[in-house]
């Protein structure tokens, strides 16, 4: 899952963007509304944390901006500011949810929880993922295949979450890296195949069939394995 972070004061970024990313989350920081702007043009978000108050713009024209370029992800806003009238601002200007500061980091992962969870309730409200034998928990952050628990780091988690998100689907290093690293991202480097690799050591080396399977000129697919029974 992507989120991008708009804020200015940059202690306060690096805040979120430090506890967001330990909880699995790839995020991009934008320090003002433009910038917001243009990232949301370029990449897809699954969700934007948005600070009202910005150096070049207000935050509610910013939500106006991105809900007028077509942003469907949810909104949440940020602000200092705690009255009914701002706060009906905020939300009539196309946010999703609103939350005034300062604010308890946790209180805040629970709403981006909730805001991905109503994004996309087909997907989303499914706690579990599966394909094959392979079994992923997405709330207790835990993956069995054929029954067996497989430990994965934050970020195998994230690329496994990806693959199976998309099953049957050759996916592109470039794909890959949008869903699952930051747009800081080298897409020249090898790290993909570095993860994937660690991925299907864990996977799939112990077992019989194999479900990562390579795209050649293209990348990866989790699917069944076709030349195993
Ligand atoms: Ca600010």
Redesign the pocket.
Known sequence: MRILVV???AK?AQFLKKGLTESGYSVDVAESGLSAESYCSSSEYDLVIL?????DQSGIDTARHLRRDGLNAPILMLT?LSSTKDKILGLDSGADDYMTKPYAFEELLARVRALLRRQSPSQMSNTKLFFSDLEMDLVLRKVHRAQKEIVLTLKEFSLLEYFMRNPNRPLGRTSIAEHVWDVHFDSESNVIDVYVNMLRKKIDTPFESKLIHTVIGVGYVLKQDESAN
């Not at 600070?51 to 150096?55: A, N, S, T």
């Open positions: 804020e200015d004061q306060m600070d009202i108050g910005l150096p200092a």
